[in-house]
């Protein structure tokens, strides 16, 4: 089991930056990759961004240039830096573990910016 905790959102205003947090604990060696998905209200679950073990990462087109995500491998912990905020970037944000047969999810973080 992987057990996943976000932390980070909150509300802002449009053009400014949030740092969303997602902490892993449990069963974590053999996690394939870490990806931050967001849910708006009444849209389907979007892949945000994702970073593999070797540090290769992928983004959606919508925060391409704006979003960044990393991982600190010692504090077992994956972020996601937002900047330049938009109305549209409002959801719930969820960490999600990959293995090999098995994703983890956490319980989301809510993301609002006001315009």
């Known amino acids: 089991q992987v057990h996943l905790v976000e932390s980070g959102g909150g509300l802002v205003q449009a053009g400014g930056s949030l740092r969303l947090s997602c902490a892993a604990s449990g069963s974590i060696d053999f996690i394939n990759s870490m990806r931050w998905y967001r849910q708006a209200p009444g849209k389907q679950r979007e892949l945000v961004a994702t970073?593999?073990?070797?540090?290769?990462?992928i983004y959606a087109d919508s925060v391409k240039g704006r979003f960044t995500i990393s991982r600190d491998n010692d504090k077992n912990t994956v972020y996601l830096q937002m900047n330049s905020l938009k109305p549209e970037d409002t959801a719930v944000y969820y960490c999600?573990?990959?293995?090999?047969?098995?994703?983890?999810w956490g319980q989301g973080t809510q993301v609002t910016v006001s315009s």
């Open positions: 999600n573990a990959v293995r090999t047969y098995s994703n983890y």
């Open positions: 970073i593999s073990t070797s540090g290769i990462t």
